[in-house]
């Protein structure tokens, strides 16, 4: 069973619309990573979650990380075929002190032109 | 600029013949992490080094062995590769446990 869960699997719309996408666990998570991955490249950071209701934002997207620090959800406004790829969520379970850094399976999104 | 540095980007190797991926960083972190990652699945962590100290996850296979001589490098070794052992490495290094993990940029390896 995947300790995060990630939704929707795969995601495509036109260039322009808004989406939103999640990262939801049954664990509490000392914090979140969000990642973007390109075919053939490794993940690049996108940002860091902390804190239980955090909200950060970079550019166009919005990233909030839930109160009781279990779920996470990424929001793109105006989405652009810049945009696509495999989005990751990633993070340490807060009871599984130092040795597991779990990964969601991905939301795979396609933003077309 | 260049963080985590991974050579080759892609690797071409025989069944059963030896291979060996190399990660360096500029970092100056504690931890260097080697994961697996097959074709639209997330990444699979194998192992990772806390300075000198190696941590092996459980589902590890043994062909899977990792080098870490200084900071600043970190190898991964497979024995005898396999034709399921062809699947992108990612090496990635965090400055403690529990801190945000930064990536290279990964090495393809296809067996033949």
């Known amino acids: 069973t995947q300790l995060l869960e990630q939704s929707p699997q795969f995601l495509s719309i036109q260039e322009g619309e808004n989406l939103t996408v999640y990262c939801n666990s049954s664990?509490?998570?000392?914090?979140l990573q969000w990642y973007r991955q390109e075919p053939g490249e490794g993940p690049v950071l996108l940002v860091t979650v902390v804190t239980g209701g955090e909200v950060k934002k970079l550019k166009r997207l919005t990233f909030q990380f839930g109160d009781a620090r279990k779920d996470s959800s990424l929001h793109i406004t105006a989405a652009q075929p810049g945009d696509t790829g495999l989005y990751l969520c990633?993070?340490?379970?807060?009871?599984?002190?130092?040795?597991?850094?779990?990964f969601g399976p991905g939301t795979r999104l396609s933003v077309l032109p | 600029d260049a963080m985590v540095i991974q050579n080759p980007r892609y690797q071409v190797t025989q069944f059963g013949k030896p291979v060996t991926l190399s990660c360096s960083q500029t970092?100056?972190?504690?931890?260097m992490y080697w994961y697996q990652q097959k074709s639209s699945q997330a990444p699979k962590l194998l192992f990772h080094y806390y300075d000198k100290d190696f941590n092996n996850e459980a589902d590890t296979p043994d062909n899977f062995q990792s080098r870490r001589p200084n900071t600043s490098f970190c190898f991964l070794d497979i024995r005898s590769p396999g034709l399921g052992d062809a699947a992108m490495y990612l090496c990635?290094?965090?400055?403690?446990?529990?801190?945000?993990?930064?990536f290279g940029p990964g090495t393809r390896l296809l067996v033949l």
């Open positions: 990635a290094t965090s400055r403690d446990l529990r801190e945000t993990q930064y």
């Open positions: 970092l100056n972190h504690n931890v």
């Open positions: 664990s509490v998570f000392s914090s």
């Open positions: 990633a993070g340490r379970p807060r009871d599984n002190y130092g040795q597991n850094f779990v």
